[in-house]
């Protein structure tokens, strides 16, 4: 059974820094792309970045590049989600996601995790 | 890269079918076929419903169908159920300067 697991959500004031993770199970995850999608209360869905399964390629969207940063280790299971200089902005439920199949596939996520919110306020 | 178009509310009686339309550019939905739909309850994380514009994953029920023409991506949910009373979302392969991106979400409501 496919598992993604985040945590590391919670308040942290505005300029600060979070780390969030997500720890995977019931697939090869060196194989995949995996992603972290965010939600803001009441909004839609924003894929904030992804990374290729060897951890070669990263993209980031608009909204959180040179703040935000993404990473794996691929002999723990775990993907990292790295937040700096956060912003009221930023609040969200932040999910991890398997990209379904490579990287050029887009945001195709056939796997999620339960989320983890982050809440940046003073 | 802006986000895709959806309508914001759909809503019909059970039984009955809904189209939910998903407009982009040439260089989103348009662009390839990687296009995929999600539904969303309240409280839970997306679940994926259509990718690659018309396939769906193994356990989605085939009421749940999708196409597109040009640069708009359409779902339709045939003989709505209460079930179907979700969020619903699109996204779209947007190619090597952007990646992807996703709808602006359709609420669809089951009268």
């Known amino acids: 059974e496919v598992q993604l697991l985040e945590s590391g959500g919670g308040l942290v004031q505005p300029g600060g820094s979070l780390t969030l993770s997500c720890a995977v199970s019931?697939?090869?995850?060196?194989?995949?792309?995996m992603a972290w999608v965010r939600q803001a209360p009441g909004t839609g869905l924003e894929w904030v970045l992804v990374?290729?399964?060897?951890?070669?390629?990263?993209y980031s969207a608009d909204s959180v590049k040179g703040r935000f940063t993404i990473s794996r280790d691929n002999s723990k299971n775990t993907l990292y989600l790295q937040m700096n200089s956060l912003r009221a902005e930023d609040t969200a439920v932040y999910y991890c996601a398997k990209v379904q199949h490579f990287f050029w596939s887009g945001p195709t996520f056939d796997y999620w995790g339960q989320g983890t919110l982050v809440t940046v306020s003073s | 890269q802006s986000a895709l178009t959806q309508p914001p509310s759909a809503s019909g009686s059970p039984g009955q079918s809904l189209t939910i339309s998903c407009t982009g550019t040439s260089s989103d939905v348009g662009y390839s076929n990687y296009v995929s739909w999600y539904q969303q309850h309240p409280g839970k994380a997306p679940k994926l419903i259509i990718h690659e514009v018309s396939k769906r994953p193994s356990g989605v029920p085939d009421r749940f169908s999708g196409s597109k023409s040009g640069n708009t991506a359409s779902l339709t949910v045939s003989g709505l159920q209460a079930e179907d009373d979700s969020d619903y979302y699109c996204?779209?392969?947007?190619?090597?300067?952007?990646?992807?991106?996703f709808g602006t979400g359709t609420k669809v409501t089951v009268l």
């Open positions: 990374i290729s399964g060897t951890g070669a390629h990263t």
């Open positions: 019931g697939f090869t995850f060196s194989d995949y792309p």
């Open positions: 996204s779209a392969y947007a190619g090597d300067k952007h990646w992807g991106v």
